[in-house]
């Protein structure tokens, strides 16, 4: 399987060889010798997963805590790079990673190296109030992390604890902004500030956020409201009176149906459009992910999203791009949204995840008028910052996005090759870099095809009603996607009899 796609992907040769090393076949050998110190040749199966010990920690957890969700338990001492090892000796190779968190491999050992230095030490035990009293080299370490990915366009920062949390302060700048505008930057009024201690208008306006149908945006409960993927995530809980517009559906694959796509789109533009101008709460701001993950990976062209941008502008709605799951390289570059080429950069960009720390970006008419106000105790932590630091020297000294581009192409081929054969089984190939998924027939055999990877040393995820979705960290290479695809083909066979 490798040598044929290798064989349909000649333009890469020459990257592929800076990478593994020439071969006088010109292809990649079968087992190259693993560039992750440490890294495990291949998944290992010894036991069922959940093993037995998985089984006796789970019922020792069940006193404690909510155990329900777990695939296994972890033994992160002993996993290495692309491979995550179970407390029963398993080792399977990861390709979901903490759900799309993991960067550039566990243990890595320039992380380890950095780890034991004394100001990661220090932000280990004298974890600051950043809002309060900010270490002494909080600008530069903002300056050599955070910064040095900064979406193009945006020069300002608010540093969070999580992706929820991050979209949640997100809405708020939103709204502040929004008001400031609205009283042309004056003074608060002192009716707005007795109203609001009421939550009354005018201190507590009526605004609301749009978002769109199938989107996950966090479980905190601004964002819970902007999140519609799953019944589950939102039963019971109260929620505000905030329009949802429906997401394009689109066909597969992408270039076979450019004249019906584009009509979907244009459908769904109208609708953004028309619930900004008529929602009975005035619309502040718009939320959109590059890909609707938890939703089922969900796609839209970059003219889609031009438009939304256009229409933002118009109506003088914030335009914000939730990359929580979608940013720092996934596509092949540091941020999804690059690849639309948008008339003006979005309002606010928001991130967590592979980015290890949380937050958002913006430019500085989003800071709030008044300090103390977009605030917490922690607002972040240094040591995620000074852990982003060594990510991104990694992404630029081993050239990871160009890595992505080549392994996401590996898989991507791969997995065409199976919807061709299994076409009952692997529907609508689709993503970019290695952000990829595909459908399978129902959530049952989704859920079947997950369960049996797992027996065979794979990890991986769902997504939506009956998706798989693909989350490798930045460092996996074809030969980690051809012990994949080795296992799937098993997996395939098996399910179709």
Same mark, same amino acid.
């Given at each position: ?18 990478? =593994? ?42 006193? +404690? ?8 338990? /972890? ?22 990673? #903490?759900?799309?968190? &993991?960067?550039?491999? =566990? ?16 932000? &280990? ?47 708020? /700048? ?26 009354? /208008? ?28 799953? /019944? ?21 694959? +992408? ?48 003219? *889609? ?13 914030? %335009? &914000? ?6 940013? %720092? ?25 592979? %980015? ?95 369960? +049996? ?14 998706? &798989? ?14 012990? *994949? ?8 066979? #098996?399910?179709?009899?």
């Amino acid at each position: 399987m490798l040598s044929k796609l290798i064989k349909n992907n000649l333009k890469y040769s020459n990257l592929l060889i800076r990478n =593994y090393g020439s071969s006088t076949k010109g292809v990649l050998p079968q087992t190259p010798t693993p560039d992750f110190p440490g890294e495990y040749k291949e998944p290992i199966v010894k036991t069922t997963i959940p093993g037995p010990q998985s089984q006796i920690l789970y019922n020792k957890l069940n006193n +404690l805590q909510d155990p329900r969700a777990s695939h296994f338990f /972890a033994d992160y001492t002993n996993s290495r790079g692309n491979y995550i090892a179970d407390v029963d000796g398993n080792i399977l190779l990861d390709l979901y990673c #903490q759900i799309a968190s &993991i960067p550039i491999g =566990y243990n890595n050992p320039e992380l380890i190296k950095a780890a034991k230095s004394d100001k990661w030490i220090s932000a &280990i035990i004298n974890r600051p109030s950043l809002g309060v009293l900010p270490p002494k080299d909080w600008p530069a370490l903002i300056e050599n992390s955070f910064m040095q990915v900064a979406p193009k366009g945006l020069k300002n920062i608010f540093t969070a604890m999580c992706g929820s949390c991050a979209n949640e302060c997100a809405f708020k /700048a939103v709204f502040m902004h929004h008001q400031h505008v609205k009283r042309g930057g004056k003074p608060f009024t002192q009716e707005e500030i007795n109203s609001c201690m009421n939550n009354q /208008a005018p201190g507590s306006p009526q605004l609301s956020i749009l978002s769109f149908k199938k989107a996950f945006h966090g479980r905190t409960f601004g964002t819970l409201t902007t999140t519609r993927s799953k /019944a589950i995530h939102k039963l019971d809980i109260p929620a505000f009176d905030w329009p949802a517009a429906t997401f394009p559906d689109l066909k597969y694959p +992408l270039e076979a149906h450019e004249a019906e796509n584009r009509a979907i789109e244009n459908k769904c533009l109208q609708e953004v459009e028309h619930l900004i101008k008529t929602w009975h709460v005035p619309v502040a701001g718009l939320i959109v992910e590059p890909v609707q993950a938890e939703g089922g990976d969900n796609h839209a062209t970059p003219y *889609f999203f031009q438009g939304l941008r256009d229409i933002t502008k118009k109506y003088g709605v914030a %335009m &914000i791009v939730d990359e929580v799951q979608t940013g %720092m390289g996934a596509t092949g570059k540091f941020w999804a949204h690059d690849h639309w080429n948008l008339s003006s950069p979005p309002d606010i960009v928001t991130f967590s995840k592979k %980015m290890q720390a949380a937050g958002f970006y913006h430019n500085i008419e989003f800071r709030p008028s008044e300090s103390y106000r977009n605030f917490n105790t922690w607002m972040g932590d240094p040591l995620r910052a000074l852990e982003l630091e060594v990510v991104i020297e990694q992404i630029k000294k081993n050239h990871l996005l160009e890595n992505v581009d080549v392994t996401g192409k590996f898989l991507k081929n791969g997995l065409l090759e199976f919807q061709q054969k299994y076409p009952t089984l692997v529907k609508n190939v689709r993503g970019q870099g290695t952000f990829l998924a595909f459908d399978s027939t129902n959530p049952q055999t989704r859920d079947q095809m997950v369960g +049996l990877l797992r027996t065979k040393g794979v990890e991986t995820g769902g997504c939506g009603t009956e998706a &798989i979705r693909f989350r490798p960290m930045l460092i996996a290479k074809p030969y980690h996607v051809n012990q *994949f695809l080795d296992r799937f083909s098993q997996v395939l066979e #098996q399910m179709k009899k």
